[in-house]
């Protein structure tokens, strides 16, 4: 299929990357996409935990964080690291980041829908 008709139901670069979430405790988050390696980093420091949709559900958002309150934000590693990752972003950093990534993939699966049906 050519590049130009290409559809996608995933979140693109463009569409996340440098938004900005601020939690209600007015922590400013700022986004971006995670790459592949990222993802799959992310998933074997979970080790036994990835096969655990409520944990990996909350700890999903940690991997769209590229800055939080100004400081570069490094994806976790290592299960210690997830563990004080979202120790340090709380509940409502990972609220707000969740809110965020799921808006912005529900306006971009209503794109492809729009794409597929010209």
Known sequence: MPEDNKITNQLTFS???????VDKKGREFVL????L????????????DSNNATLTNIMFPLMFIAK??????ETPRFYSECRAALKRVGEEGVVAITEAVTALSAVSDK???AEIKK
């Open 15 to 21: 569409e996340i990357d440098g938004k900005v979430v």
């Open 37 to 48: 390696l990222d993802q799959y980093d992310f998933l074997k420091a979970l080790g036994e």
């Open 68 to 73: 939080m309150e100004g400081a570069v934000f």
């Open 32 to 35: 971006r996409k995670p790459t």
């Open 111 to 113: 794109e492809a829908k």
